[in-house]
């Protein structure tokens, strides 16, 4: 009795440092499906705020291969390419399911970033400061602002986090 065919199924391929966007495309000139989970990340270069897409698993893609049919030897040598990671001798088979949970997930857009001035009123969120009250002074440094904090009948100047204000 001959056994059935595999079906197609998901591998993972682990990329050369910062060149998955790279592999990605090589691998796709080549006509293989591959897909990159990618998320919104906000990031402070030059004291602004800039959304950039990121690679949700930085240095790794999925491919979709058949055993069969598909040639898997140009795989190593495309361009971004480490290598396909395997256990032991064989390739490591990642279930569907979990490739479309991936494919599902929300895109969320990048937050954005709270207008402000100095004078601006403050809450902290987050810290041992949370739910206090303060005064916006300015940006200090790339993710970081000056807060005047009114505190034991002092008023005291701190560098907080960005992200752990919200405008009032």
């Not at 591959?34 to 990031?43: A, D, G």
Request: hydrophobic fraction near 35%; proline fraction near 8%; charge should be positive.
């Amino acid at each position: 009795m001959a056994s059935k065919p595999a079906a197609p199924r998901w591998y993972l391929i682990q990329c050369k440092p910062k060149q998955d966007a790279r592999a990605e495309e090589h691998l796709q000139r080549q006509a293989f499906t591959c897909f990159r989970p990618t998320h919104c990340v906000t990031r402070m270069r030059g004291g602004q705020q800039q959304a950039s897409v990121e690679s949700l698993f930085p240095g790794y893609l999925f491919i979709h291969l058949d055993q069969v049919k598909d040639n898997w030897h140009p795989i190593r040598s495309t361009r971004g390419v480490s290598q396909l990671v395997c256990f032991g001798e064989q390739p490591a088979a990642i279930s569907d399911e979990l490739v479309e949970q991936l494919k599902q997930r929300p895109h969320s857009p990048p937050p954005q970033e709270p207008n402000l001035s100095a004078g601006d009123r403050v809450r902290i969120r987050s810290g041992n400061l949370k739910e206090l009250e303060a005064i916006f002074l300015a940006k200090d440094g790339t993710e970081r602002v000056l807060i005047l904090l009114q505190l034991l009948q002092r008023q005291h100047r701190l560098s907080v986090p960005l992200e752990s204000i919200d405008v009032l």
